[in-house]
Nanobody
Framework: QVQLVESGGGWVQPGGSLRLSCASSEDILSFNEMGWYRQAPAKQRELVASIPRAGRSNYADSVKGRVTISRDSEKNTLFLELISLKPEDTAVYYC???????????WGQGTQVTVSS
């Protein structure tokens, strides 16, 4: 069973930055795509950024220019760099990995990001 473990969340003041990590128990290049999603209280989970095994990364309009998704295939870890954080970025951030052939999505347990003064 694939395990995804997020870390790096926490409290930060507006304008601050954080780097989230998602450690995978399996080779991250075995997934067709990986991504970061977030869910704020009383809101639906939404895509923040995704990165395919090959091709260009995709970013939500609300975070473009403030977020960078990257990966370290040797460490089987996905990253999300967040800068210029705003209170509306407050949410639980989840890592997702997808395998298209089996139509399977794997999710991590989430890491809380709180942006407030």
């Amino acid at each position: 069973q694939v395990q995804l473990v997020e870390s790096g969340g926490g409290w930060v003041q507006p304008g601050g930055s954080l780097r989230l990590s998602c450690a995978s128990s399996e080779d991250i290049l075995s997934f067709n795509e990986m991504g970061w999603y977030r869910q704020a209280p009383a809101k639906q989970r939404e895509l923040v950024a995704s990165i395919p095994r090959a091709g260009r990364s995709n970013y939500a309009d609300s975070v473009k220019g403030r977020v960078t998704i990257s990966r370290d295939s040797e460490k089987n870890t996905l990253f999300l760099e967040l800068i210029s954080l705003k209170p509306e970025d407050t949410a639980v951030y989840y890592c997702k990995a997808s395998r298209y052939r089996s139509s399977t999505d794997y999710w991590g347990q989430g890491t809380q990001v709180t942006v407030s003064s």
